[in-house]
């Protein structure tokens, strides 16, 4: 037992060493604030029809339609898009921008997966109004060359490390885990730290917007409208933010990037100073 010390000591030191964190400065919004808007949104969801759009098919004319849309709007953010992504990686960026509109998928959903950005069909549908589409993608994008997936990959790996060696200490005192410790730990990197990379991308996202010119006061109304889609995302906290959250932090930023386009300076994120 006189070596559980030292060992933890070792596994927290690993953990957080190999842990990633966003590297802009996202506006703070107090509990209050949050509070203010879950009721805004809770008598949204409760007061009118449920929005549903699972297990929805789209005919090819529809899909043609949809891709052309989406296209747009990419075409209209991509130059402004590009050029945040070389200003806060540097030429080492990956600022390729491959957006493809998925053949099938359920529910609303759009993703990056470290090569390309794929957005369903029913997302286009949802997001019919055009700054909504382009904070979505826009959104992805960042997820794209900010690097957040392999970033959650790595945290993902460390957890699953530490709570590794704390299955070994407890086999070591003839305790069996059957490899539990690791996958909470794994879950706990998770949970840890997408939130906050889901804040970034939300953050970073709306910069790209105003600097390619879309009406950046609408983007915040995306996560009311969600709010009825999902009302379960009013209340629970998990890889992803909750839709208060989120609106209360868009509008934070959109006052943020009106401020500094008065006092005319540069449109580019706040980010942590390096250490």
Known sequence: MRFMPRLFVTAALLFVAGCSQPTAMT???????????????QQLAHGTVKLNYDDISYGKREKIAMQK???????KMAPEAANMCRELQGPEGNCNM???????????????????????PTMVDFAKNETHLALVVAHEYTHHFMRHVQSSQGNVLAGALLGTLADALAASQGVGTQGQFGNMGAQAALLSYSP???????YIALYILARAGF?????????RQMARYNPEGIYNRTTHPTTPERFASLEKTVREIRTKQKNGERLLP???PKS
């Open 69 to 75: 849309h989406l296209q747009n709007v990419v075409d």
């Open 98 to 120: 491959y957006v493809e509109l998925s053949d099938d998928g359920e529910g609303i959903n759009a993703y990056a997966d470290g090569t390309k950005i794929v957005i369903f």
């Open 215 to 223: 009406p950046i006061e609408e983007a915040p109304e995306f996560w």
């Open 27 to 41: 506006p703070q919004v107090s509990a209050a604030e949050i509070e203010a808007e879950r009721r805004n949104q």
């Open 270 to 272: 706040n980010l942590k």
């Open 196 to 202: 906050s990379f889901e804040h970034e991308a939300d």
